[in-house]
């Protein structure tokens, strides 16, 4: 199953051509359910999905979150953002969008790559792809953020308690608050609303 968010009537007409075309050539292709918002799709419905696509035109700091929420508890769906340059320029859009999404692709490619991507997503291991702005860039160089950090910076960013994060990183909870502390020494701030204003004034 392939969940499609939108909120454009025109996106989801010319998803549907390019599903109508996938479905003629692979017959194992199935079901399509669009909304509006990922908080829109019942419990049943992302139990059962394979990938959700997500028609990204502007930013969108609690989409991000819902989406960020799901990929944490379904690791193996795929998350593919059909977004444009402008996405990228907050660096904390950046930073969720890397960590959530397998790839993400320009407008202007988007037809090629999701055509590829729906004709075989069942049957090949996509990689990921990341995608970083220059900001992003030089926040990681300055900061020197170990790889355990880079991967607990989501979670933290997202509001998730350190219990919460133990769950999902396999980590201790004194390992968690030990790593959070440290990136709040690196940004040399004491809470989330420091970290974010830290994040967007870097570079």
């Not at 998350?79 to 320009?106: K, Q």
């Not at 900061?143 to 990183?169: A, C, D, W, Y």
Request: contains cysteine; aromatic residues 10%.
């Amino acid at each position: 199953m392939i969940i499609v968010i939108t909120t454009c009537e025109y996106f989801k007409k010319g998803f549907g051509y390019i599903v109508d075309d996938i479905r003629r050539e692979y017959c194992s292709f199935t079901e399509v359910v669009y909304a509006k918002h990922i908080g829109c799709v019942n419990k049943q419905t992302l139990q059962r999905v394979k990938a959700i696509i997500v028609d990204y035109g502007q930013a969108d700091i609690h989409l991000l979150s819902s989406l960020f929420e799901f990929k944490t508890h379904h690791p193996d769906s795929y998350i593919i953002l059909i977004t444009r340059d402008t996405c990228y320029e907050s660096t904390i859009d950046n930073i969720l969008i890397n960590a959530l999404s397998d790839f993400s692709v320009d407008c202007k490619d988007a037809l090629k790559k999701i055509s590829g991507f729906l004709a075989n997503y069942g049957e090949a291991k996509h990689n990921r792809v990341i995608t970083k702005n220059s900001n992003l860039y030089c926040l990681e160089k300055q900061v020197n953020l170990s790889k355990k950090e880079v991967n607990l910076l989501p979670f933290i960013m997202t509001g998730k308690k350190n219990k919460e994060i133990s769950r999902h990183l396999d980590l201790s909870e004194k390992t968690i608050c030990h790593y959070r502390r440290s990136i709040y020494k690196k940004f040399q701030v004491n809470n989330l609303a420091g970290l974010y204003y830290k994040i967007e004034d870097k570079c």
